[in-house]
């Protein structure tokens, strides 16, 4: 089946998917904090999306709460609680550029390509309409662990870590048509509380190394316990 | 009468290209005036690139006394090579005989070629400006051509083929389809487009003041009929461009045949759909501020970004299903 | 049922009462209880396992396999909290945590013991995913607990990085979940391991390999596999000794433990594949890995408890590469494995915990004289070295020797590795150990109030288990053999 023969819905989809890999690539590079929380916003805001297509296509109903959910915890309550954060740590003019960006973005590309590798097995099983996304989401778990190593920063590790958690709310959604909502509200809830905490550890950070660059935490190496 | 029938196409093809040659600084007046209208102005008349046009070609060129020949050769072949380039985008309509060279590669190439000689005159006369303009100019391109053949390449990969009239076909046929490859494709041939014929952000085309110039500082040595045709090659290139996106992207309304009705919507269409692309690249450029030339690299690896993710999707969420 | 609900939810009470209770007094005390309370539910609880074969229910499962460890878990998670109440007694009076760090400290403690029971009884794969990262998210904050820079930056790194490796499992349980959904009609059973354990071979060979791949790598994060094991000696080091304790002793249990149950998953469906041993062949290989570096690293230690949280990663390591092994004799050796390591291992961090309060510090350097200082902690860890080291008559000797017997028969050439990685560790253990327990005690070093009991016990049993394994436990760890390896060893 090609491209042009499934519903425009359906095609609204792919677009919506692509989209969000782009968000992920914009993430990986955004060097204002601010921007890199409202590029989240816009992510979450583009699974939700696909979430209510995929609902409205697949007649499964529990999609749409967790479309809800997601909108909430990942367009709303994240980002502003992030964005106060930020304001309160006064990072809201922090800047800081990615480092070596060609290499990085072409390793991220290159994960692009791998997941897609990796997912062929599971395309090339019969097809349900969003089947194809599942190597954009691997590919999107891979970039918010890319953008972990990359970014020494706790504010833009953590987006890393929840963009991850995006990606994989986007593999839950294209290859099962969603979890079970007992799932689904347990990974809400650890998500939820995990920023919680992350909010939590911003302070700690900035209170024992006077930055967020968590580069600089730096005691605990082998080689530094050698020394001593 | 059958006669008339093979002549017909190959004389619409003409027309088509005198309608580059006659748009072009129409495009360039509106794109003025509409710029004038958002900052408050009046701006001069939609007429008046035609004036100066006319004004050029009336005046002497003088020429400076270190200059080559290629100096003098290069204007004429910058026009050239671009007019060429430009007559092998279909306009009005699809279906002409110059469609069997209407490939892809071929108008990369002419570009390409009308780019290294304004480089190559820009640096003829030893000035600094020349040589900073080339050097810069070719920087831009440098990143800019794979941007814009990975961009087409997409295109030419949903189409299998690398032809801009069976592109323009196979869109039509499909009817409207959302691919996001094209999308991303969309986002890549924008920022390269304006990149290569040096619009706000990546180079100031209203002035000749700025230290950061890069295309008015090839061409500042020129006068008279040859900095016409530098002018003129250069507003060609902007409606190539213009025709190139609307025509591939949103190809309807196009003629597909040589009935004088189509010919006619096909004309009104694509007249329509560059006035509103002018428009929307007067707005951008007001709103946006010129970038550091530093920075132009950044925006020319998202445009490569954008072209590379558009590959991509195409092979994954396209090919793979 | 009821014995099931109340060992898995007396703690989530527990952490609820905890939290609100202002009194760090009884709230040792209380803490112990709950403890007490949720142990003896699970000693009920193995009882009717014992006799009813396997209780199911509400999406909770526990037969053979699982209850061992739940009453493991109930047990250290006991004793650890009877060492506790003085210990953080202790902290408290030496101003490294205030009333409010008590607070969360015993209210985590807890949650984080009904996260380990919740993710070991449920049979549902998603709230397994579920329970163990509320297993991180309960401890990261108790191992900043003492805010010293390098006690955040372990919590961060710890957070991060079991963070990325959980949400990698949760990738590989969503792939697992696509696979069910083709096999399966009920979409909502598609998550229960024991629906799916009786599709495994339906099961498509392509999705699960991939899925192991992604659930081996999350959450072999967690049982602390080399090379994803940078968070575990720091999060031991830097935390406080009874949260080292349960967090090796049963964290890293647990974490195994759900990738076991992924294993048999994937072998059912591997099967009739030309790779039917893929699994094992990945366990085999990052337990061989994890088992060698963890012991080379051993030697370079100056930090007690880093020290020993090199010597936990090496023992996972070497579960994990006896479960890969296979076969009825390497399954019971890993099971027994699990069952004296976690007894040796967090009696060895609560004498630890002992030293350093007596030393004042966790730099092995300044840590002398033991025995001559209090006789009870520096004998307790003379002894409950040797028995991790593997000297008989401990109870780690007698899995030790099954293992390397299960290895000479099924991969005769690894069995030089294990051996010389068993030599290295030792080597590296009792180099430290030897001036640390005998040497000269410093001027001015005096005893403190330590309770040895838990340590006793510990002890006792792992020696009892070298001696003569009691018949019942052995019939025990024969069916959780039988359930994982598909055949009886006795």
């Given at each position: 089946?090609?491209l042009?023969?499934?519903?425009?819905?359906q095609?609204?989809?792919l677009?919506?998917a692509a989209?969000?890999?782009?968000?992920?690539?914009?993430?990986?590079?955004q060097?204002?904090?601010?921007?890199?929380?409202?590029?989240f916003?816009?992510q979450g805001?583009l699974?939700?999306?696909i979430?209510v297509?995929v609902?409205?296509?697949g007649g499964?109903?529990?999609l749409y709460?967790?479309?809800?959910?997601?909108?909430?915890?990942?367009?709303?309550?994240?980002?502003?609680?992030?964005?106060?954060?930020?304001?309160r740590?006064?990072?809201?003019?922090?800047?800081?550029?990615l480092r070596?960006p060609?290499?990085?973005?072409?390793?991220?590309?290159?994960l692009?390509v791998?997941?897609?590798?990796?997912?062929?097995?599971?395309?090339?099983?019969?097809?349900?309409?969003?089947?194809?996304?599942v190597?954009?989401s691997?590919?999107?778990v891979?970039?918010?662990?890319?953008m972990?190593v990359?970014?020494?920063?706790?504010?833009l590790q953590?987006?890393g870590f929840m963009?991850?958690?995006?990606?994989?709310f986007?593999?839950?959604?294209?290859?099962?048509?969603?979890?079970p909502l007992?799932v689904?509200?347990?990974v809400?809830?650890?998500v939820l509380?995990a920023?919680?905490?992350?909010?939590?550890f911003?302070?700690q950070?900035?209170?024992?190394?006077?930055s967020?660059?968590v580069?600089?935490?730096?005691?605990?190496?082998?080689?530094?316990?050698n020394?001593? | 009468m059958?006669?008339?029938?093979?002549?017909?196409?190959w004389?619409?093809a003409a027309v088509?290209?005198?309608?580059y040659?006659?748009?072009?600084?129409l495009?360039?007046?509106?794109?003025?005036?509409i710029k004038?209208?958002?900052?408050n102005r009046r701006?001069?008349?939609?007429?008046?690139?035609?004036r100066?046009?006319?004004?050029?070609?009336?005046?002497?060129?003088r020429?400076?006394?270190?200059a080559?020949?290629?100096f003098?050769?290069?204007?004429?072949?910058?026009f050239?090579a671009?007019?060429?380039?430009a007559?092998?985008?279909?306009?009005?309509?699809?279906d002409?005989?110059?469609a069997?060279?209407a490939?892809?590669?071929?108008?990369?190439?002419?570009?390409?070629?009308?780019r290294?000689?304004?480089?190559?005159a820009?640096m003829?006369?030893g000035?600094?400006f020349?040589g900073?303009?080339?050097?810069?100019?070719?920087l831009?391109?440098?990143?800019?051509?794979?941007?814009m053949?990975?961009a087409?390449?997409?295109?030419?990969?949903?189409?299998?083929s690398?032809?801009?009239a069976?592109?323009?076909?196979?869109q039509?046929?499909a009817?409207?389809?959302?691919?996001p490859?094209f999308?991303?494709?969309l986002?890549?041939?924008?920022l390269?487009?304006?990149?290569?014929?040096?619009?706000?952000?990546?180079?100031?085309p209203a002035t000749?003041?700025?230290?950061?110039m890069?295309?008015?500082a090839?061409i500042?040595?020129?006068?008279?009929?040859?900095?016409?045709?530098?002018?003129?090659?250069?507003?060609?290139?902007?409606?190539?461009?213009g025709?190139?996106i609307?025509?591939?992207?949103?190809?309807?309304?196009i003629?597909q045949?040589?009935?004088?009705?189509a010919?006619?919507?096909?004309?009104?269409?694509i007249?329509?759909?560059?006035?509103?692309?002018?428009v929307?690249l007067?707005?951008?450029?007001?709103?946006?501020?010129?970038?550091?030339?530093?920075?132009?690299?950044?925006?020319?690896?998202?445009a490569?970004?954008?072209?590379l993710l558009?590959?991509?999707?195409?092979?994954?969420?396209?090919v793979g299903s | 049922?009821?014995?099931?609900?109340?060992t898995?939810?007396?703690?989530?009470a527990?952490a609820?009462?905890?939290?609100?209770l202002?009194?760090?007094?009884?709230?040792?005390?209380?803490?112990?209880?709950?403890?007490?309370?949720s142990?003896t539910?699970?000693?009920?609880?193995a009882?009717?396992?014992?006799?009813?074969?396997?209780i199911a229910?509400?999406s909770?499962?526990?037969?053979?396999f699982n209850?061992?460890?739940?009453?493991?878990?109930?047990?250290v998670?006991?004793?650890?909290s009877?060492?506790?109440?003085p210990?953080?007694?202790?902290?408290?009076?030496?101003?490294?945590?205030g009333?409010g760090?008590?607070r969360?400290?015993?209210?985590?403690?807890q949650?984080?013991?009904f996260?380990?029971?919740?993710?070991l009884?449920?049979?549902n794969?998603?709230?397994?995913w579920?329970?163990?990262?509320?297993?991180?998210l309960?401890?990261?904050?108790l191992v900043?607990?003492?805010?010293t820079?390098?006690?955040?930056?372990?919590?961060?790194k710890?957070f991060?990085?079991?963070?990325?490796?959980?949400?990698?499992?949760?990738?590989?349980?969503?792939?697992?979940?696509?696979a069910?959904?083709?096999?399966?009609?009920?979409p909502?059973?598609?998550?229960t391991?024991?629906?799916?354990?009786?599709h495994?071979?339906?099961?498509?060979?392509?999705?699960?390999?991939?899925?192991?791949v992604f659930?081996?790598?999350?959450?072999?994060?967690?049982?602390g596999?080399?090379?994803?094991?940078?968070w575990l000696?720091d999060?031991?080091?830097?935390g406080?000794?009874?949260?080292?304790a349960?967090?090796?002793?049963?964290?890293l249990?647990?974490?195994?433990?759900?990738?076991?149950?992924?294993?048999?998953l994937t072998d059912?469906?591997l099967?009739?594949?030309?790779?039917p041993?893929?699994?094992g062949?990945?366990?085999?290989?990052?337990?061989?890995?994890?088992f060698?570096?963890?012991?080379?690293?051993?030697?370079?230690?100056?930090?007690?408890k880093?020290?020993?949280s090199?010597?936990?990663?090496?023992?996972?390591?070497l579960?994990?590469?006896?479960f890969?092994?296979?076969?009825?004799?390497?399954?019971?050796?890993?099971?027994l494995?699990?069952?004296?390591?976690s007894?040796?291992?967090?009696?060895?961090?609560?004498?630890?915990?002992?030293a350093?309060?007596?030393?004042g510090t966790?730099?092995i350097?300044?840590?002398r004289?033991?025995?001559?200082t209090?006789p009870?902690?520096?004998?307790?860890?003379?002894?409950?070295?040797?028995a991790i080291?593997?000297f008989?008559?401990?109870?780690?000797?007698?899995?030790?020797?099954?293992?390397?017997?299960?290895?000479?028969?099924?991969q005769?050439?690894?069995?030089?590795?294990?051996?010389?990685g068993?030599a290295?560790?030792?080597?590296?253990?009792f180099?430290?150990?030897?001036?640390?327990?005998?040497?000269?005690?410093?001027?001015g070093q005096?005893?403190?109030t330590?309770?040895m009991?838990?340590?006793?016990?510990?002890l006792?049993?792992?020696?009892?288990?070298?001696?003569a394994?009691?018949?019942?436990?052995?019939?025990?760890l024969d069916r959780?053999?039988e359930l994982?390896?598909?055949?009886?060893?006795?």
């Amino acid at each position: 089946m090609t491209l042009a023969e499934l519903p425009l819905l359906q095609q609204l989809l792919l677009v919506l998917a692509a989209l969000v890999l782009f968000t992920s690539f914009v993430l990986l590079e955004q060097a204002r904090l601010v921007s890199a929380i409202h590029a989240f916003a816009w992510q979450g805001a583009l699974i939700a999306a696909i979430t209510v297509i995929v609902a409205t296509g697949g007649g499964a109903k529990h999609l749409y709460f967790s479309a809800l959910l997601t909108f909430m915890l990942k367009v709303l309550l994240i980002p502003w609680m992030l964005h106060r954060q930020v304001q309160r740590l006064d990072l809201e003019r922090h800047t800081q550029a990615l480092r070596r960006p060609a290499l990085v973005i072409m390793a991220a590309v290159a994960l692009v390509v791998f997941s897609y590798w990796l997912a062929l097995p599971m395309v090339a099983q019969e097809l349900t309409f969003t089947r194809n996304i599942v190597a954009v989401s691997l590919a999107i778990v891979l970039i918010g662990l890319l953008m972990m190593v990359f970014r020494p920063q706790a504010v833009l590790q953590v987006l890393g870590f929840m963009s991850m958690e995006n990606g994989l709310f986007l593999a839950a959604v294209s290859t099962t048509q969603g979890m079970p909502l007992l799932v689904e509200l347990g990974v809400a809830f650890d998500v939820l509380v995990a920023m919680v905490l992350f909010g939590v550890f911003f302070l700690q950070i900035r209170d024992s190394i006077e930055s967020l660059d968590v580069d600089r935490l730096n005691r605990l190496t082998e080689t530094v316990e050698n020394e001593r | 009468m059958d006669y008339l029938l093979t002549f017909l196409p190959w004389l619409l093809a003409a027309v088509q290209a005198l309608l580059y040659l006659a748009l072009a600084p129409l495009l360039a007046g509106w794109l003025r005036r509409i710029k004038a209208r958002l900052q408050n102005r009046r701006g001069p008349s939609l007429w008046q690139p035609y004036r100066d046009l006319y004004k050029l070609f009336g005046k002497e060129a003088r020429v400076a006394t270190t200059a080559s020949p290629l100096f003098r050769a290069a204007p004429y072949i910058v026009f050239v090579a671009t007019w060429l380039a430009a007559a092998t985008v279909p306009l009005i309509a699809v279906d002409l005989p110059t469609a069997m060279v209407a490939d892809i590669i071929v108008l990369a190439g002419l570009l390409a070629l009308a780019r290294f000689f304004l480089a190559l005159a820009g640096m003829d006369i030893g000035t600094a400006f020349g040589g900073m303009g080339a050097s810069r100019e070719m920087l831009v391109s440098a990143l800019a051509e794979p941007a814009m053949l990975m961009a087409v390449f997409t295109l030419a990969m949903t189409a299998h083929s690398t032809n801009l009239a069976s592109m323009i076909d196979a869109q039509l046929a499909a009817g409207l389809v959302l691919r996001p490859s094209f999308l991303f494709a969309l986002g890549a041939l924008v920022l390269v487009a304006i990149a290569e014929t040096g619009r706000i952000p990546v180079d100031n085309p209203a002035t000749h003041l700025e230290l950061t110039m890069i295309h008015e500082a090839m061409i500042l040595e020129y006068s008279g009929r040859h900095l016409a045709l530098m002018e003129w090659a250069a507003q060609i290139k902007l409606v190539l461009y213009g025709a190139l996106i609307a025509n591939v992207f949103f190809p309807w309304g196009i003629a597909q045949s040589t009935a004088p009705t189509a010919l006619a919507t096909g004309a009104l269409v694509i007249l329509l759909k560059l006035l509103a692309l002018a428009v929307a690249l007067a707005i951008s450029e007001t709103v946006l501020a010129k970038m550091r030339f530093f920075r132009a690299p950044a925006l020319l690896n998202l445009a490569l970004l954008l072209a590379l993710l558009g590959l991509l999707g195409h092979v994954i969420l396209e090919v793979g299903s | 049922m009821t014995a099931v609900l109340l060992t898995v939810f007396a703690p989530l009470a527990g952490a609820l009462v905890l939290a609100l209770l202002r009194s760090s007094y009884w709230a040792g005390w209380l803490n112990v209880a709950v403890a007490g309370l949720s142990l003896t539910a699970s000693a009920w609880l193995a009882r009717s396992v014992a006799l009813d074969g396997e209780i199911a229910g509400l999406s909770f499962r526990v037969d053979a396999f699982n209850v061992y460890l739940v009453v493991l878990t109930a047990f250290v998670g006991l004793t650890t909290s009877i060492f506790s109440r003085p210990y953080m007694a202790h902290v408290r009076e030496t101003q490294r945590t205030g009333a409010g760090g008590l607070r969360v400290y015993h209210a985590m403690y807890q949650a984080f013991m009904f996260t380990m029971l919740l993710a070991l009884t449920t049979d549902n794969l998603g709230v397994l995913w579920v329970a163990v990262e509320g297993a991180t998210l309960s401890t990261v904050l108790l191992v900043s607990l003492y805010r010293t820079p390098e006690a955040v930056e372990a919590a961060w790194k710890y957070f991060i990085l079991c963070g990325v490796g959980i949400a990698l499992a949760l990738f590989g349980t969503v792939l697992t979940y696509f696979a069910a959904l083709h096999v399966l009609d009920d979409p909502e059973a598609g998550l229960t391991w024991s629906v799916l354990y009786g599709h495994a071979s339906d099961l498509e060979p392509a999705v699960m390999g991939i899925a192991f791949v992604f659930l081996l790598v999350g959450y072999g994060t967690k049982i602390g596999l080399v090379p994803m094991h940078q968070w575990l000696p720091d999060a031991h080091s830097e935390g406080p000794t009874p949260m080292s304790a349960v967090l090796s002793g049963l964290l890293l249990n647990v974490a195994l433990y759900a990738v076991i149950r992924f294993k048999m998953l994937t072998d059912g469906s591997l099967a009739a594949t030309t790779t039917p041993q893929l699994a094992g062949y990945m366990l085999m290989a990052f337990g061989m890995l994890s088992f060698l570096v963890a012991g080379l690293f051993l030697h370079r230690q100056r930090d007690v408890k880093r020290m020993f949280s090199y010597s936990s990663i090496e023992h996972m390591g070497l579960m994990t590469f006896a479960f890969g092994l296979g076969g009825p004799l390497a399954t019971f050796g890993a099971l027994l494995h699990m069952l004296v390591h976690s007894l040796t291992k967090s009696a060895i961090f609560v004498t630890v915990g002992h030293a350093t309060h007596i030393a004042g510090t966790q730099d092995i350097d300044h840590i002398r004289g033991l025995i001559r200082t209090q006789p009870a902690v520096g004998w307790s860890l003379l002894i409950a070295v040797a028995a991790i080291a593997g000297f008989p008559p401990f109870g780690v000797f007698t899995s030790e020797f099954l293992l390397l017997t299960a290895t000479m028969d099924a991969q005769p050439w690894f069995t030089i590795a294990l051996l010389s990685g068993l030599a290295v560790a030792f080597a590296g253990l009792f180099r430290n150990l030897q001036p640390m327990v005998f040497g000269a005690a410093p001027e001015g070093q005096g005893p403190v109030t330590a309770n040895m009991l838990p340590v006793m016990t510990h002890l006792a049993l792992v020696l009892w288990l070298g001696l003569a394994i009691p018949p019942f436990l052995a019939r025990w760890l024969d069916r959780a053999t039988e359930l994982i390896a598909g055949g009886h060893l006795l």
